[in-house]
């Protein structure tokens, strides 16, 4: 699926799911990246919230998080930055989100991983227009559960979901403010690069 199709469906939708987004060689790539970061003991336990209101409670999400820097990269996130661009480039063309910017973070949820149901746009601040989430994970079985489940309304009012299998390569891109998700239980590490295409046009708010 092109970047330009992604957008397309994006825009149709609301929600995109690409199942080849990483081909086999750059998922290995960038699998072996996440896990010498990791092996070097670069990953901080994640949060919720933002500055005084950042709390770490386990009962809301128990996964660890290692913030990328576009200034140092390493030669597999060289790439990962090249297709994010283009991407960026794509959905600013098809949707017209004047989006100027990425922030993304490699995420490592624990055997018994989870995050409750919420909605990636902070209060007071939907700088976040569209997320990007992308998996990174090895032969990865429906057993092994830790899906990804996007809700919907439907015009009953009643909630509808997709649920996604975290399989390696595969992307997932949805409106940051409109779809609220959770991380279903996994059964086994589970790996990911999650990000924000984020809009100066959509910052502050009151």
Known sequence: MTCKTIAANLGKTGLCICPDFLSANALTRTANDLDVIRADGQFRRAGVGRGQTHDGAKSVRNDETYWLDR???TT???HLWRKIDLLKTAINRALF???NDFEGHYAAYPTQGHYQRHKDSLRG???RVVTFVLYLNRAWKSEDGG???IYATSTAGVDIHTDVDPIGGTLVCFMSGVSEHEVLLSH???????GW????GHGFIA
């Open 71 to 73: 200034i140092h990269q």
């Open 76 to 78: 597999a996130q060289q």
């Open 97 to 99: 989100l004047g989006l």
């Open 125 to 127: 601040d939907s700088g």
């Open 147 to 149: 899906r990804l489940r």
């Open 188 to 194: 086994r590490p589970r790996f990911s690069l999650t």
């Open 197 to 200: 295409f984020k809009s100066a």
